[in-house]
């Protein structure tokens, strides 16, 4: 049974940096490419990023994220990181891993539990 636990998130203020990690089990993590979403109060989700199986190369695909987050994966471990900084009361969310779903939003069945992020002054 695929289950993914994100941690590392909280209160932060802008301007703050922020790690979140999400562990993995139950399926073979090095051969799946990996993402973290995110659903802001009210919002849709939105797709961060993919990072390969490889563990070499990282796709973004929200603009707003761009040059301030940072995606990667240890396959021993079995962990996909989120380097978050320079964070900004937009990015408050609810942010999730998912299994890989190519360049969309995967479907939540997909996704773990979920990390609440909240920057506010």
């Known amino acids: 049974e695929v289950h993914l636990a994100e941690s590392g998130g909280g209160l932060v203020q802008p301007g703050d940096s922020l790690t979140l990690s999400c562990a993995a089990s139950?399926?073979?993590?090095?051969?799946?490419?990996m993402a973290w979403v995110r659903q802001a109060p009210g919002r849709g989700p939105e797709l961060l990023s993919l990072s390969n199986n490889d563990a070499i190369r990282t796709t973004y695909f929200a603009d707003s994220v761009k040059g301030r987050f940072s995606a990667s994966r240890d396959n021993a471990r079995s962990v996909l990181y989120l380097q978050m900084n320079d964070l900004k009361p937009e990015d408050t969310a609810v942010y999730y891993c998912?299994?890989?779903?190519?360049?969309?939003?995967?479907?939540?069945?997909?996704w773990g539990s979920g990390t609440e992020v909240t920057v506010s002054s």
């Open positions: 998912s299994l890989g779903y190519g360049t969309y939003v995967p479907p939540k069945r997909y």
């Open positions: 139950g399926f073979a993590f090095g051969d799946y490419d």
